[in-house]
Structures are given as C-alpha cells and as structure tokens.
C-alpha cells in the first residue's frame, strides 16, 4: 500500500509548487490613542490608499491586496509611472527631472521639468499616438523614446556659459557626463582588451581577489577560489557577492553593500580607483591581450597608439596624447630591454594565452601603454 501511495504521489511531486499564504479572518485595526496602545475604543481603519490619491473601486466589499496592486498600475494612478520614468531618466542622463529619486513626492525635490514628467508618465502608461506594436507599460519604448531625443543626443561638451549657468545641467542644454557604474568598470577594460565573454546567465562567477579578504567571516569560515577559464572573463554583473564583503574593486568603484536596497549610488573619485586600474590582475591582464592587439595593428607606434586610442576612446588621439604614448612606449622599451626578466614576469598575469609571436619586451612596453589607456578617466566615463 505504501509503495502504490508513493506512485501516486510521484507525478503530483514532480510539479513546482508556489508557496501562497491562504487567506485568514482579517485581524480588526484601530485608529489608537496617542500613547495608549492598549486603548482599542477608536475608530476601526478599513484597507485604504490615502484619500487624496484616490480611491479603491471594490464594490463595496473589503479591499485586498490586489485591488492596491490593480490601483499601482490604474491608469488614474500616474504616481509609479512618474518614479519609474524618474529612475529611467537618471541611468540615461545622470540626474533625474526629480534629482531625490528612492523618494519622488513631498520630502524629495520638486521636478525641474514637471511637464516633461507628467507627458513620459502618460506615455509610458497609454502610448496611444505611437507606431504599431506598442502597449501599455511597454519599457523598450519609453526607453527608446529617450535615447532618439535630441536631448538625450547632444555632446556633453560644456562652454564656459553653460558652465556657469547651469553647472548641474538641470536645464539639459548638454548631455551629462559621469563615470559609470562599477560592475561596467570591468566590463569596459575585458570589452577594449578583446577579452568578454558575453555568455548570458549561469551560477556566479569569482574573478582573482586577495587571499585572506574573506578571513574576518567565520560563520561559518568560508574559502574563496578564483574561477578559471572562461568564467574570468564574463560580465561584472555575474560576479560573486557575498553580502556585505563584495569583490574589493566592486567596492572602490562605490558598489554599495547588499545590507539594505540602494537605489541611488555615489559616485567617487579617488586614488585607489586608478591604484586599482592599475594593479589589480584582471586589469593587468586585460592590459597585456589588449597590447596584443595593439601590436597587430599597424607597422609602427604611430599607427598602433592611433588604433589603441580608437578602441578605447572611439577618437583619434591629440598630437599631444600621441607624442606622450610614444614617449612612454620608449622608456618602458628601453627598461624592459634592460630587465627582460621584468618583461617576463608581467607578461604571466593571468591566464590567456601570451602572444608567441611578439617580442616579449616590446610587448610588456606595449602593456604599459595599455595599462595607461584603461586607467584614463576618458576610458570609464559616459560621456
């Protein structure tokens, strides 16, 4: 009998069951004297969003809490389309028309733009005037609606007037400019260096971290192993998070903790961050392949440090830049030649295959050039 029973079970067990909280008799909620919680002689307090936004349409029965998520997205409620445009505006342009994005309403910062608020919030709930495909609530074309606007398509070169004027570009006669977020820190130095990975999903991954940085955490102790192959090089976003001990160049580039939800990140600039640049061996790696590259394009430093510039910058190089590139190329040539057993010990960062057919000094040369052009500011910045 036992074993027919479990036969019998086996298919139900086999499907994925959603753990749903059955409903109970709603527990009696009164309005509380102050200072007396133990007084329940006032007024009984019904489900309710505050009066002046509105009211729920129940019929006359009690509200639940799908009526409060049918009201969140109710055409007559813009207040979640106002913060979500806010937000989308923020990623795309610095700051958002409310500058105080987690908290868009009477604590936070007037919009500077209320018009512009209210017509992407009624577009991005209804957009009836669009071209077919469109829907409600559609994210690709509110985001798209953005990113064609000729706001959105200006340089981000300011004049002196602008600067004085509108140093927060709250008016949006430019576009802003600022360093982007730490995970696409890493992703830019493995995208110029030729080194992404772009396979999408899948388990974390653990790029190389200094030994011991977990040590303080022991409970339970826990053991950290770099991942190999081709886990190295996927995207910051896949990176391994331990809570409150993130990946320590996550952490520089202003990662915030996963204690509580951020909504806002601050951005810094400090010392560390180009130390970081600089020295950390997925950025020294990433140096040295892209110096691979560099090498293969063009027959002399010139042309090379010109392909370099393009790839990393998207521009062609000042002749200022060019001569300064140059000049580090030779000395770090002529030092290299000097010490090859230096040449050779950078050139072991990491684990993609080193160039066989490339002088190993004139490589390391070419890496520290490299090196130079990820750690510009120019390389990290939106701009």
Same mark, same amino acid.
């Given at each position: 009998?036992?074993?027919?029973e479990?036969?019998?079970? %086996?298919?139900?067990?086999?499907?994925?069951?959603?753990?749903?909280?059955?409903?109970?008799?709603?527990?009696?909620?009164?309005?509380?004297?102050?200072?007396?919680?133990m007084?329940?002689?006032?007024?009984?307090?019904?489900? =309710?969003?505050?009066?002046?936004? @509105?009211?729920?349409?129940? &019929?006359?029965?009690?509200?639940?809490?799908?009526?409060?998520?049918?009201?969140?997205?109710?055409?007559?409620?813009?207040?979640?389309?106002r913060?979500?445009?806010?937000?989308?505006?923020k990623?795309?342009? +610095?700051? +958002?028309?409310s500058?105080?994005?987690?908290?868009? &309403?009477?604590?936070?910062?007037?919009?500077?733009?209320?018009?512009?608020l209210?017509?992407?919030?009624?577009?991005?709930?209804?957009?009836?005037?669009n071209?077919? +495909? !469109?829907?409600?609530?559609?994210?690709?074309?509110?985001?798209? !609606?953005?990113?064609?606007?000729?706001?959105?398509?200006?340089?981000?070169?300011? !004049?002196?007037?602008?600067?004085?004027? /509108?140093p927060?570009?709250?008016l949006?006669?430019?576009q802003?400019r600022?360093?982007?977020?730490?995970?696409?820190?890493?992703?830019?130095?493995?995208?110029?260096? +030729?080194?992404?990975?772009?396979?999408? @999903? &899948?388990?974390? $991954?653990?790029p190389?971290?200094? /030994?011991?940085?977990?040590?303080t955490m022991?409970?339970?102790?826990?053991? #950290?192993?770099?991942?190999? @192959?081709? /886990?190295?090089?996927?995207?910051?976003? #896949?990176?391994?998070?331990?809570r409150?001990?993130?990946?320590?160049?996550?952490?520089?580039? /202003?990662?915030?903790?996963?204690?509580?939800?951020?909504?806002?990140?601050?951005n810094s600039?400090?010392?560390?961050?180009?130390?970081?640049?600089?020295?950390?061996?997925? #950025?020294?790696?990433?140096?040295?392949?892209? %110096?691979?590259?560099?090498?293969?394009?063009?027959?002399? $430093?010139?042309?090379?440090?010109?392909?370099?510039f393009?790839?990393?910058? *998207?521009?062609?190089?000042?002749?200022?830049?060019?001569?300064?590139?140059?000049?580090?190329?030779?000395?770090?040539?002529?030092?290299?030649r000097?010490?090859?057993?230096?040449? =050779?010990?950078?050139?072991?960062?990491?684990?993609?295959?080193?160039?066989?057919?490339?002088k190993?000094?004139?490589?390391?040369?070419? !890496?520290?050039?490299?090196?130079?052009?990820?750690?510009?500011? *120019?390389?990290?910045?939106?701009?």
């Amino acid at each position: 009998v036992a074993k027919l029973e479990e036969d019998l079970a %086996a298919p139900d067990a086999s499907i994925p069951h959603v753990v749903v909280a059955e409903a109970t008799t709603p527990r009696e909620v009164r309005i509380l004297p102050r200072g007396n919680w133990m007084d329940d002689s006032g007024d009984v307090v019904q489900p =309710a969003v505050p009066a002046f936004l @509105g009211k729920l349409e129940t &019929g006359g029965r009690r509200a639940t809490r799908l009526d409060l998520a049918n009201w969140l997205v109710s055409p007559d409620n813009p207040l979640t389309a106002r913060v979500f445009v806010n937000r989308l505006w923020k990623q795309f342009f +610095g700051v +958002g028309i409310s500058k105080i994005v987690d908290d868009l &309403g009477s604590q936070g910062e007037w919009p500077v733009h209320p018009e512009l608020l209210d017509w992407l919030a009624a577009e991005f709930m209804n957009p009836q005037w669009n071209a077919e +495909g !469109t829907h409600p609530w559609d994210m690709k074309h509110i985001i798209r !609606t953005m990113v064609t606007s000729q706001a959105y398509r200006q340089s981000s070169i300011a !004049t002196p007037q602008l600067e004085e004027r /509108d140093p927060d570009n709250r008016l949006l006669a430019r576009q802003t400019r600022f360093r982007v977020d730490a995970e696409v820190v890493r992703d830019i130095a493995l995208s110029v260096s +030729g080194l992404m990975k772009d396979k999408f @999903g &899948g388990p974390s $991954v653990k790029p190389v971290e200094p /030994d011991g940085y977990l040590m303080t955490m022991n409970f339970p102790k826990r053991e #950290y192993a770099a991942s190999h @192959g081709d /886990d190295l090089y996927r995207r910051g976003v #896949y990176t391994f998070w331990q809570r409150s001990f993130l990946h320590p160049s996550l952490l520089t580039f /202003d990662a915030p903790t996963r204690e509580e939800c951020t909504v806002t990140r601050v951005n810094s600039n400090t010392p560390l961050q180009a130390l970081v640049l600089l020295n950390d061996p997925i #950025y020294v790696e990433a140096s040295r392949v892209f %110096a691979q590259n560099i090498l293969a394009h063009g027959r002399g $430093v010139n042309e090379q440090v010109t392909w370099a510039f393009q790839r990393a910058l *998207e521009r062609a190089p000042t002749p200022e830049e060019r001569r300064v590139l140059e000049n580090l190329y030779q000395q770090s040539l002529a030092e290299f030649r000097s010490s090859p057993a230096n040449a =050779a010990k950078l050139l072991q960062e990491g684990e993609a295959p080193v160039a066989t057919n490339e002088k190993p000094v004139e490589l390391a040369a070419m !890496t520290t050039v490299a090196r130079a052009l990820l750690n510009l500011h *120019e390389t990290i910045t939106r701009n």
